[in-house]
């Protein structure tokens, strides 16, 4: 079917305005005086930014700069994070709800490096940042590690924790993919201490990024009156989805400024429902849920709504069909 409309990721999907690139960033081997990095640096109010490909290289990455450790992880996110530390010899500890608890105190069952997603993926979850200090404070006093992954951060920056990056033991990642929706550039960056910070660059090698991708990040991290014009707008649509989600039976149960999240037990059909009329959504088994990013026009918000009408208009004749029988 050549005709999909694709919901299932959270990427903006009014795409930062990417103008034409002088040949001179195509003829020559990308360069790290060419403003990324202080491009980087005052966007996200950080020092030191490391770019690389995506916040994905990050999470590749580090956990190969620790030797084999417990490494809590929640257990409904972003499962490359778990897959990640697991590979490379952790033990890992997924946490229902993502929260700690008593595995940060001693003990033979604590936690040597603790991940989490802020606000999470799928499922919208958002911690304080005093909550996320105070966890920071205990890992860091035994040398341990707080690794955050803000993807889905720049919508709500005021809940960030940068204004903190760079102290011992917080490992943070950000990525253009989402809020900018130029995941086909494939930038991210990682903020850490200096330690830290050289090891992943070592292990990263050199030109990371192309020379168009960093040209193309820098002049989307400068451009503050899109910035501000897509925290205003990204919100609105967001509540928009949220509406049209629980006027055809699916409230979601979370979400963010780029996706709602809808837990259903029918999360499978629902999702070979959507499937059949041209619609993808992202389907989770554990637990039965949706995910739903943003339409990006008035064609595809029309499109959502038939097929979510088409969808509840069909299970209502089940349910009566079943109540008939």
Partial sequence: MSDWLDLSTGINPHVWPVPD???CVWGRLPEDEDGLETAAA??????????????QAAIQILPKLRAPCRVGVPAVGYAE????????????????DGDPGELLDAGPGRLDCLVVINPNNPTGQRWPVETLLGWHARLAARGGWLVVDEAFMDATPEASLMPHAGIPGL????????FFGLAGARVGFLMAERQVHERASVCLGPWTLSGPARWVAA???EDRAWQAATRRALPMAAARLAGLLHLHGLTPAGGTALFQWVRTETADQLHAALARQGILVRHFAHPASIRFGLPGDESQWARLAQALRAV?????????CCHSG
């Fill in 21 to 23: 690139l002088p040949p």
């Fill in 42 to 55: 005052d966007y996200y109010g950080a020092p030191s930014p490391l770019p690389l490909a995506g916040s």
């Fill in 81 to 96: 994070h778990a897959y990640a530390w697991r590979s490379a010899g952790h033990e890992v500890i997924a946490l229902a």
């Fill in 171 to 178: 490992i943070m990642l950000r990525s253009l993919g989402k």
């Fill in 219 to 221: 002049q989307s991290l």
């Fill in 312 to 320: 509840s208009s069909a299970a209502r004749i089940d349910e009566s």
